[in-house]
């Protein structure tokens, strides 16, 4: 593999590579604004010039001192190239950090900083602002200018979710690019020059496809901010979990960012994964968190309609108990989900298995509108691993329950999660029966059938795994912790599991995954 040489470290890169591309690959920042790994090269910045110390330089024309003439002379030096537009070539010697590049940055700083409003501290990316780490890093000398900046529009609403403020922008066309190369849509661009510079929305239209959030990603400054997030949490006050959105198969990897001190989620951003979701996020997925805390089910209840009363834990897994006893095992129905982990589900197969229920469903919400971006027609994260979990026997549909539940097929029912595509007046043959328990984290048409409901743990409260609709398995960590008295659902299918009398062969989650390759060879 061909080597340049970046500030004294040997790095390799693939021909075609650019300087940054293969400096960021080995960990390495030169400082940069408008280049993203995902878009392509703009080269407007300027941050990220480097000095080609040997190797195919661009010759400036210069007047150098000719000490003999005693006069100056037309002379050529190495100008400095940007970075992001630089094609690395073997045994070229590059410096991002000596003199002249070091003055080249802090004045570009400078420019940039020119006519920047000082908003800091009611600004929404203050905490994470290129602009600010620049300004230590490569600046950090007072303001020169000393006239009124040029003022420009603020708070320009551009969509229902993202807010502009062109006196912030650096002109960076990042937000332009995103939504030109990733949303094929071309709704914003660039007006005017110089320092009457702003981003404009195309005529008649707003900023409302299904990737606006990720415009003001990829914004290094705070000149887009989104209406969600603004004003709402200080960044330095959050702390960050690694997740899987549940907002359809596709399973992108998430940053879920929230505040340790009141147990709240603030934001989901995209985690890079180039097999997976890149560096994107689709609007509704970064939503998703919203339902984190939106009508959960808090405590186990017993009964339907007005009779229906709150119970405790464990009397709610005695009477579950009781109801599931009551039916023999070829007339109880299970119910997987394809909203929750493998490792729930694996616990309820197993469960079935030790009850002798053959007959398994699946709970699945209805398609939505995928694209050939990232958005799967599939909207349940895990459907893959529902049906992996089940080892091969053929899922059933909630329609096929409802039918075998009138044909008197079905006496009795035990279901994973409240989402499901059929509405509630649909799901009203299940009320007829006495044995109906839900196992939920909220609630949702399922539960509110249900003659005992029981809360479980949501997605950010778990250890658990996904598996796309690529097939990847993908796992994630607990961000916060489940209510108080509430388990992941694979622990209270344990526990249910032995008021039953029955034992499901594993004491602990990895316990339980080691089932797991067991049922995935079984699923092949
Ligand atoms: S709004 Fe942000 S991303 Fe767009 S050009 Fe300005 S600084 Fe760059
Ligand atoms: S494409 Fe699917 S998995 Fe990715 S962010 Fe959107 S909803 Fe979530
Ligand atoms: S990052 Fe290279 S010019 Fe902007």
């Known amino acids: 593999m061909p080597k340049f040489v970046l500030d004294g470290k040997e790095i390799s890169f693939e021909p075609g590579e650019t300087v940054m591309e293969a400096a960021w690959r080995e960990g390495i920042e030169i400082p940069h604004y408008c280049w993203h790994p995902g878009l392509s090269i703009a080269a407007n910045c300027r941050m990220c010039l480097v000095h080609v110390e040997s190797g195919r330089q661009m010759a400036m024309p210069q007047l150098a001192f000719d000490e003999d003439k005693g006069e100056y002379v037309p002379a050529t030096k190495?100008?400095?190239?940007?970075?992001c537009q630089l094609a690395a070539a073997d045994?070229?010697?590059?410096?991002?950090?000596?003199d002249e590049v070091k003055t080249a940055q802090a004045s570009v700083q400078e420019f940039l900083l020119l006519n920047h409003p000082v908003d800091c501290p009611i600004c929404d990316q203050a905490g994470e602002c290129k602009l600010q780490d620049y300004y230590y890093e490569h600046q950090g000398t007072l303001k020169r200018k000393l006239t009124e900046p040029v003022?420009?529009?603020?708070?320009?609403?551009?969509?229902?979710?993202?807010?502009?403020?062109?006196?912030?922008?650096?002109?960076c066309t990042r937000c332009i690019r995103f939504c030109d190369e990733v949303a094929k849509d071309h709704v914003l661009d660039m007006r005017e020059r110089g320092n009457k510079n702003e981003i404009i929305l195309a005529p008649g239209r707003e900023l409302d496809h299904k990737y606006t959030l990720m415009t003001e990603h990829v914004c290094p400054v705070g000149a887009l901010t989104s209406q969600d997030f603004r004003f709402k949490a200080r960044v330095w006050f959050l702390k960050s979990g690694q997740g899987v959105c549940t907002g359809c198969a596709t399973g992108c990897n998430t940053h879920v960012d929230y505040d340790p001190r009141n147990g709240k989620i603030y934001r989901l951003r995209p985690r890079d994964n180039t097999d997976v979701n890149e560096f994107w996020m689709c609007d509704d997925g970064m939503m998703t968190y919203t339902r984190h805390d939106t009508d959960r089910l808090l405590m186990a209840t017993a009964g339907?309609?007005?009779?229906r009363m709150p119970i405790g834990e464990d009397e709610a897994l005695d009477l579950a108990a009781r109801k599931l006893k009551a039916v023999d095992g070829s007339k109880l129905?299970?119910?997987?989900?394809?909203?929750?982990?493998?490792?729930?589900?694996?616990?309820?197969?197993?469960?079935?298995?030790a009850l002798g229920a053959d007959q398994l469903y699946l709970a699945a919400l209805d398609e939505w509108e995928g694209d050939d971006i990232l958005r799967s027609n599939d909207r349940n994260p895990n459907r893959a691993g529902a049906t992996q979990a089940a080892s091969g026997t053929t899922l059933k549909s909630v329609g096929d329950l409802l039918r075998?539940?009138?044909?008197?097929?079905?006496?009795?029912?035990?279901?994973?999660g409240g989402a499901t595509a059929e509405a509630l007046e649909e799901l009203a043959p299940l009320v007829a029966l006495d044995s109906v328990v839900s196992l939920t984290s909220h609630v949702g048409?399922?539960?509110?059938?249900?003659?005992?409901?029981?809360?479980?743990?949501?997605?950010?409260?778990?250890?658990?795994?996904?598996?796309?609709?690529?097939g990847m398995a993908q796992a994630f960590q607990p961000t916060l912790s489940p209510p108080a008295g509430v388990e992941p659902a694979w622990k209270t299918i344990s526990d249910l599991a032995r008021r039953l009398g029955k034992d499901l062969g594993f004491e602990d989650l990895q316990g339980l995954r080691q089932g797991l390759a067991d049922a995935v060879e079984a699923a092949q």
């Open 151 to 171: 003022h420009k529009p603020k708070g320009v609403r551009f969509g229902p979710t993202i807010v502009y403020d062109a006196e912030r922008c650096i002109m």
């Open 304 to 307: 339907r309609g007005d009779e």
């Open 445 to 470: 048409a399922l539960p509110a059938v249900a003659s005992v409901a029981i809360p479980v743990a949501d997605t950010f409260e778990i250890d658990g795994s996904f598996v796309n609709g690529k």
């Open 78 to 83: 190495p100008k400095l190239q940007p970075a």
């Open 404 to 416: 075998e539940v009138q044909s008197g097929a079905v006496q009795g029912v035990l279901a994973l």
């Open 91 to 98: 045994e070229m010697v590059v410096s991002s950090t000596n």
């Open 333 to 353: 129905a299970i119910v997987l989900s394809a909203q929750h982990s493998t490792e729930d589900n694996l616990a309820l197969a197993k469960l079935a298995a």
